[in-house]
């Protein structure tokens, strides 16, 4: 059985292609993993400073809540002493 050159050669550049077609898609692929890996970091960030960002409120609540305990017992007193003075 004689093998036909042209076949052969066709053959040979269809491997080719295929081979530089897959060595593309994982370039492609590498690219996109390493955006996708890029996306989770950031997003990571994020949840971290939401988490820092809610604490803060949490503190700053925590301290207008005192202070308007104080306001309110400062106002009582003074209109106590305004209240008790002729």
Known sequence: MS???DFERRINNQLATIAENQAHFDEQMAKMLEAIASLIQVAR???EQIK???EAIKE???GLRDQRENLNALIRVVEG???NHP
């Open 52 to 54: 820092e960002n809610a």
């Open 81 to 83: 002493h305004i209240t």
């Open 3 to 5: 093998s036909d050159p």
């Open 60 to 62: 700053l609540r925590e």
């Open 45 to 47: 960030m994020h949840d």
